[in-house]
T-cell receptor, first 113, second 113 residues
Framework: AQKVTQAQTEISVVEKEDVTLDCVYE???????LFWYKQPPSGELVFLIR??????QNEISGRYSWNFQKSTSSFNFTITASQVVDSAVYFC??????????FGAGTRLTVKP | DAGVIQSPRHEVTEMGQEVTLRCKPI?????LFWYRQTMMRGLELLIY????????DSGMPEDRFSAKMPNASFSTLKIQPSEPRDSAVYFC???????????FGAGSRLTVL
């Protein structure tokens, strides 16, 4: 069964628009970790954020913000005032036993000038 | 630190040939992961090691795939014999025991003709 669902396959926005990438997860564990990674066109996977299941505080880092809601099993990612350099594939991931990490299918974001 | 180092970066081979992908994790990291990325299946966890011991290999596609970690600084993923459907980007990642943020290598792009 898929543990991490990123329903948006592709999103296209115009520069300066805000965009939210959705992530819904499924787990029976009470302790787990959620992540977002970015994969730019160059292909590497870049860590963006980690959140543990006991910390539902939203986080903001510059133009990036994350909204974690256990009630809806969601961990959404918002980019404010998007820029062309934000164009990438973004992956949400879940680590249930602290040891492995399973990824969603990814959302390809294209930001047009 | 040089990060996670993978080789080769690109490999083109013919069906039936043996392929060996190599990974050097970050020094001090005691977890090592192998992932495969394809358009159809996304990022799949193939196998991961803890202290050089394979912990979960349930993601290994079939017997043609094998992975070893003879010491803390080296791991291999071998495909024998290779098939065109094995064409993918193979990522190696590592992390320390105190944290579960994975650091990824640049990936090895495999093309099997």
């Amino acid at each position: 069964a898929q543990k991490v669902t990123q329903a948006q396959t592709e999103i296209s926005v115009v520069e300066k628009e805000d965009v939210t990438l959705d992530c819904v997860y499924e787990t029976r564990d009470t302790t787990y970790y959620l992540f977002w990674y970015k994969q730019p066109p160059s292909g590497e996977l870049v860590f963006l954020i980690r959140r543990n299941s006991f910390d539902e505080q939203n986080e903001i880092s510059g133009r990036y913000s994350w909204n974690f809601q256990k009630s809806t099993s969601s961990f959404n990612f918002t980019i404010t005032a998007s820029q062309v350099v934000d164009s990438a594939v973004y992956f949400c991931a879940l680590s249930e036993k602290k040891n492995d990490m399973r990824f969603g299918a990814g959302t390809r974001l294209t930001v047009k000038p | 630190d040089a990060g996670v180092i993978q080789s080769p970066r690109h490999e083109v081979t013919e069906m039936g040939q043996e392929v060996t992908l190599r990974c050097k994790p970050i020094s001090g990291h005691d977890y090592l992961f192998w992932y495969r990325q394809t358009m159809m299946r996304g990022l799949e966890l193939l196998i991961y090691f803890n202290n050089n011991v394979p912990i979960d290999d349930s993601g290994m596609p079939e017997d043609r795939f094998s992975a070893k970690m003879p010491n803390a600084s080296f791991s291999t993923l071998k495909i024998q014999p290779s098939e065109p459907r094995d064409s993918a980007v193979y990522f190696c990642a590592s992390r320390g025991s105190g944290a579960n943020v994975l650091t990824f290598g640049a990936g090895s792009r495999l093309t099997v003709l």
